[in-house]
């Protein structure tokens, strides 16, 4: 159960109407890495909990709070696209504000699609999919991907930021910044009360019986000259306690040459028979 309360987290206010920079505005709330993928992703992370407690009330405090966010973007958007700017356009189309938005600069389906409002799209007007959401059902692999989710999210806001000079759009921005801050570490505070709790992904504990040991532990490096062994990521031990291994100037691990098997005739894939069967069409 959800209740709404009318009033936003935070002011989403700005000074004038920009219906350009509404256009660029609409990727951090439909994009990939938007509004709309953090919310769906913790929801359902939330929703597919299976261990009622600290841990399914934090995903869900979090996923309930970024229902806001889109709430406050959606906000942000439609006053952005109210009344156009028409300053450069009016004498061309006597003074009619949302043709003069769409000729200055806004995405024509806010305009024809939502009645100039916003719409759950990214900048270039791609509609958000669910395709853009992680939810597992293992909270340690989901953790992490939350806060790669945070991080591409604090860096597209704050390059948003970057191109407007409007006070009101900037200070609603900044919030959101710092609640991605916060929640970027939330992800990682959250990873590491998993680990103390004792909770791993569950592949790392049975690794002896699904990994191969001679690969849980070796750097392969590809590039002639490659300096990447100067880093942790290469040298001393893995966080499993192992030494690591770097492979300079790697070689096949195998004389497999991923030959494919011949086709089937009636799929008439290009083939000139060498592997044992005849050539589509033969008899």
């Known amino acids: 159960m959800y209740r709404h309360i ?33 919310m769906m992703q913790y929801l359902w992370q939330g929703f597919s909990c299976r261990m009622p407690g600290k841990y399914k009330d934090m995903i869900m405090d979090i996923g309930s709070e970024e229902i806001g966010h889109v ?16 300053e450069v356009t009016a004498d061309a189309v006597s003074g009619n504000p949302v043709l003069a938005a769409v000729i200055g600069g806004m995405n024509p389906q806010q ?9 759950p799209t990214n900048s270039q007007g791609v509609p958000w999919n669910a395709g853009y ?44 910044l710092a609640r991605d801050t ?23 504990d049975s690794h002896a019986e699904l990994e191969n040991e001679e690969q ?16 942790l990521w290469a040298t001393g031990t893995t966080k499993s306690g192992k030494q690591i291994e770097f492979l300079r100037d790697a070689a096949p691990a195998t004389d497999d040459e991923g030959i494919l098997p011949p086709p089937d005739p009636k ?16 008899a």
């Not at 920009?18 to 439909?30: P, R, S, V």
Request: aromatic fraction near 8%; include cysteine; hydrophobic fraction near 40%.
């Open 216 to 231: 849980n532990c070796t750097f392969w490096s590809l590039n002639p000259g490659s300096t990447a062994d100067e880093g």
């Open 6 to 38: 009318r009033e936003l987290q935070f002011t989403s206010k700005p000074e004038k109407p920009d219906a350009l920079y509404a256009m660029k505005f609409q990727e951090i709330l439909g994009g990939q890495y938007g509004e709309m993928t953090v």
């Open 71 to 86: 709430e406050m973007l959606t906000t942000m958007l439609a006053r952005l696209l109210e009344g156009a700017p028409a």
């Open 182 to 204: 916060f929640h970027q570490q939330q992800w990682e505070l959250g990873i590491q009360q998993l680990i103390e709790d004792g909770f791993t992904d569950g592949i790392e």
């Open 111 to 119: 305009a024809i699609v939502a009645g100039g409002g916003p719409m």
């Open 133 to 176: 959401i992680v939810a597992s059902g293992n909270l340690l692999t989901d953790f992490r991907s939350n806060l790669a989710a945070e991080g591409q999210s604090r860096l597209q806001t704050s390059r948003l930021m970057g191109m407007t000079d409007d006070p009101g759009v900037r200070e609603m921005l900044a919030f959101n």
């Open 267 to 282: 799929l008439f894939a290009t083939y000139d028979g060498s592997l044992g069967k005849g050539k589509p069409g033969d």
